[in-house]
């Protein structure tokens, strides 16, 4: 499977890495996660907001 990354200098560089279906998988979701925020967290969050004792 070959990866493209950009490096600090702005060069594109084509790197050839063995990456299983998980493996590609897990760095998806952190990725998504980075951008979006951890979903679980947020409704863990509001659910201790909206709990009353």
């Known amino acids: 499977m070959g990866i493209v990354t950009q490096p600090k ?3 594109r560089v084509n790197k050839v890495k063995d990456v299983s279906i998980d493996e590609l998988e897990y760095l998806i979701e952190q990725k ?3 951008i979006l ?3 679980d967290s947020r409704i863990d ?3 201790a907001r909206s709990t009353t004792i």
Do not use: E, M, P, S
């Open 37 to 39: 925020g951890d979903f």
């Open 9 to 11: 200098g702005g060069a």
């Open 45 to 47: 969050a509001h659910a």
């Open 32 to 34: 998504v996660l980075k």
